[in-house]
């Protein structure tokens, strides 16, 4: 923060003296351009797998990483949606954070389940309250923040929201939501955000729908970083400087109808609930049941191997919270844990171990206060928020499991 301060104004300083020396006076508006301290844009493309950046497709996002920086990413436990996102902005893993999944039952709240399509669960902070996310951390700090979109946003997590927020909507255009971001940027100094998210839905929903193959799927790509390529023009047209950081929550994996393992086939309803399908299956045992189900589910099965949630490999860093199932199967790569009958099911799906290729995410920084050019090794998403606390000039909350080293190549030396 101290750096960006004394570029601010350094850059205004210099406009003075060059103005003084040419014996004229500067127009007022010359100096609010060079005045605007940059602002930290974060940005998540859901379901970017790293790969789909090479298709010819994305010119713009390319363009961004040849002026920074890029590397390959790694989520957190599991590689769906909300846990990572939750993850980028805490820089904690799902297990500490308390978003251990896009599906939650929580044995303080029994009666009800977390979802994505439940507002009344997923806007209620006590799902969310386990964590700080950085727009908290920024507000209480006095740095004012706008979330056009990320999961957890909505909710007043420790009481407070971004000052700028939306509610959810996928029917918001890719356009309004670059257009918002732009007019923030347009408002008076006092009331402009300096820490900005932005996110876009596409690429996963289609990915999902037709696959990571599809020629839809690298569409959406396209569609997306025309976006992008608009938000880089407004900014410069708006003489905005601005530091952005543009990842991916998870990748996604080819998935088929012929590739499905029936856990509803082994978990009758009077022994225990499925909580989650998909690559990641989550069970409880009813009462009583428990060594039914770990009968069922312990032995060794074809693209499928399950644990106790206390026994799962501790890489994944998962199974302490008391959200987490009881019972934890993850199906190999290219097939999928399935409850009930389906005519046919997604042709792409994420939620597998992170190890995995197809899981990978996507880093790109790119801005005046990023090194170009800096050679990163894959690291874990949990690193990316010590970063965003650097760019946006705030103390990290104590305690994360990110590693602010990490990412500190990417910060260009102050000057
Ligand atoms: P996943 O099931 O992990 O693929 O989740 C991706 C879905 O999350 C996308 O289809 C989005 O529409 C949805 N999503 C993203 N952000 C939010 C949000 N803030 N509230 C509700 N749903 C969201
Ligand atoms: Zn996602
Ligand atoms: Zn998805």
Redesign the pocket.
Known sequence: MMQNHLRTLFAALSVLILSACAGTQPPATTIAAEARAPVTILISI??LRPDYLDRGVSPNINALAASGVKALMRPSFPS???PN?HSVVTGLRPDRHGIVD?TMVDPRRPEVRFT?GDARQ?LDPFWWDEAEPIWVTAEKAGVRTGTM??????VAIHGTRPQDWLR?D?AVSGTQRINTVLDWMRRPPAIRPRFVTL?F?TV??VG?ELGPDAPETTTALAEVDRLIGDLVAGLNAIGQPANVVLVS?HGMGATADDRVIRIDRMIAPDVGTVVTEGPLSGVNALPGKDSDVAAALLAPHDHMQCWRKGAFPARFAYGKNPRVPEFLCLAARGWAIQARDRESILKGM??YDPAEPDMAAVFIAAGPDIASGAALPVFDNVDVYPLLTRLVGIAPVPAIDGRAETLAPVLRPAN
Do not use: A, I, Q, V
């Open positions: 859901d379901g769906l949606t909300f996102h896009n994505l997923s979109f990320w999961p957890g946003s909505e959810y996928k996110y839905d996963d929903t999902h929550d994420h939620g």
